[in-house]
């Protein structure tokens, strides 16, 4: 059976863990809040042995995901692998602020099923 793929209820929870010196010399004020998602960047990809290569569906900031995404293909019945990768932290004055912290990822995959 084919059909067509959404992400939904994307939510990037962040925690800060402690407030340690180096975060407050590094200008971190709040000590309930996480800066993590701030620093890394991510991709988020589909990929299968149908195409050449995976095809992107977010590319970015953590903290900038958007909380949903239509994969808009008509998938085939096969394999697929999403692939998250945290793969950028860029080098920065304020990148010590989230040297504690905890970011939390979560999403649901919706699979809206297609007569053939």
């Given at each position: 059976?084919?059909g ?10 962040e ?7 180096p ?59 999403f ?23 979560s ?6 099923q297609?007569p053939?």
């Amino acid at each position: 059976m084919s059909g067509e793929l959404d992400l939904t209820d994307i939510v990037v929870t962040e925690d800060e863990n402690c407030l340690i010196e180096p975060e407050a010399e590094a200008g971190d004020t709040t000590p309930d809040a996480g800066e993590l998602g701030e620093h890394i960047k991510i991709r988020l990809t589909l990929k299968s042995s149908l195409w050449g290569s995976p095809k992107l569906i977010y590319e970015g900031l953590l903290k900038d995901i958007q909380p949903h995404y239509d994969v808009d293909e008509m998938l085939p019945q096969h394999d697929y692998d999403f692939i998250i990768e945290g793969w950028w932290w860029p080098q920065s004055a304020t990148d010590s602020q989230a040297m504690t912290d905890v970011v939390k990822l979560s999403m649901k995959f919706q699979l809206q099923q297609l007569p053939d």
